[in-house]
């Protein structure tokens, strides 16, 4: 079973800075889009940063400029680098992996990790 494991939340002061990992492990045959998606208290589940197995990204507004998505695929490996961190940033930041399980497989399946908390103070 494939599964997702996110790492590096925690308390920040605004402006300063965090990174947060995410591993994907398990049997599949090729790992697809990677991304970083988040939820406030109260609030959607929205997108922060996706970025393609070929090196393709895609950022929320709000975060453009400040975090920077990247990707390890030797290690199968995510990652989102945030800076100048503001107190709207605090949220559960959640890993999410497509994959195919064969070859055969044409339609990619999804993963989703349990989320790591950032806490961004004033």
């Known amino acids: 079973q494939v599964q997702v494991v996110e790492s590096g939340g925690g308390l920040v002061q605004a402006g300063g800075s965090l990174r947060l990992s995410c591993v994907a492990s398990?049997?599949?045959?090729?790992?697809?889009?990677m991304g970083w998606y988040r939820q406030a208290a109260g609030q959607q589940r929205e997108l922060v940063a996706v970025m393609s197995r070929s090196g393709g990204t895609d950022y929320a507004d709000s975060v453009k400029g400040r975090f920077t998505i990247s990707r390890d695929n030797a290690k199968n490996t995510v990652y989102l680098q945030m800076n100048s961190l503001k107190p709207e940033d605090t949220a559960v930041y959640y890993c999410?992996?497509?994959?195919?399980?064969?070859?055969?497989?044409?339609?990619?399946?999804?993963?989703w990790g349990q989320g790591t908390l950032v806490n961004v103070s004033s």
């Open positions: 398990g049997s599949m045959f090729r790992l697809g889009d």
């Open positions: 999410n992996a497509k994959f195919r399980r064969t070859q055969l497989q044409m339609r990619s399946t999804e993963v």
